[in-house]
């Protein structure tokens, strides 16, 4: 499977990064009891530390506003996800426990402040590319609405669109029954390559601290636009090139 972004990102954006986590052998039944009290508690104590605060005052969040208003988009209107997860917590209304998988990449994601989507791998097909998205770019959303991602960026197949920083497709959701997933972190422009492979690599042990299984993480920026991994590898030998 190969992953690229595509160089005109790089023209609107040149910090821009991608960080991708290939997970393989997983188990993403229901959270132990211990993982979902350690969540809860880490949201309740957002919750208190942003009483006094404003949502758009976190680094991740502040960077990724700039990014949608450098593609086009408002994002008083279409907030990054990560933003519109951040602001549920704030109201005390926390992300509900959908599985282990979905259940990490929300905590992932409230936790840095960045947007994170989390894919089936069956559920993709050939390569993947993050490119802007247009106005043929629609899908049924997680909101369980259809949701046009025209200035918007996208990961894409050779379906078409199926994730974003916005909200991601039903079509590549994870499922209790996923074994292989590719994780995506839209990472905050201003990181450094050293700290952004110092926060995948520790997002990928806890990943698999908790599903099993093994993962490969790759980094895609301006220098470095394509990584490549083997799918649904028995050996657990995946390796980025």
């Known amino acids: 499977m190969k992953i690229k972004a595509d160089h005109i990102l790089f023209e609107t954006v040149p ?3 991608f960080g991708i986590i290939h997970y393989n052998r997983i188990n993403t039944s229901d959270a132990p009891g211990m993982l979902k009290g350690r969540i809860g508690y880490f949201y309740q104590e957002m919750q208190i530390d942003l009483e006094d605060k404003n949502v758009t005052d976190i680094p991740g969040v502040a960077e990724w506003r700039k990014v949608w208003k450098a593609f086009g988009k408002d994002p008083g209107r279409y907030r990054p996800s990560a933003e519109a997860l951040i602001r549920r917590v704030k109201k005390g209304q926390v992300p509900g426990e959908i599985n282990l998988g979905v259940d990490l990449n929300n905590f992932f994601s ?4 960045i947007p994170c989507g989390l ?5 993709v097909s050939g ?7 247009t106005g043929a770019d629609v ?4 909101n369980g609405r259809d949701n046009s991602l025209d200035n918007i960026l996208v990961t894409a197949d050779a379906q078409g669109a199926f994730g974003s920083p916005f909200v991601d497709s039903k079509r590549t959701a ?5 074994a292989e997933a590719i994780h995506v972190l839209y990472l905050r422009p201003s990181m450094s390559a050293e700290q952004a492979g110092i926060l995948l690599e520790e997002t990928g042990t806890l990943f698999t601290s908790m599903t099993g299984g093994e993962y490969t993480p790759a980094l895609l920026h301006k220098g470095n636009t394509e990584a490549v991994f083997k799918r649904g590898n028995p050996d657990g030998q995946d390796q980025p090139r």
Not at 139 to 142: H, I
Not at 174 to 178: D, L, S
């Open 15 to 17: 910090d821009l990064k």
């Open 110 to 113: 409230v936790r840095e402040g």
């Open 119 to 123: 894919y089936d791998a069956a559920s």
């Open 174 to 178: 994870v499922t209790e029954t996923t």
């Open 139 to 142: 899908y049924e959303g997680l």
């Open 127 to 133: 390569d993947i590319t993050f490119r802007p998205g």
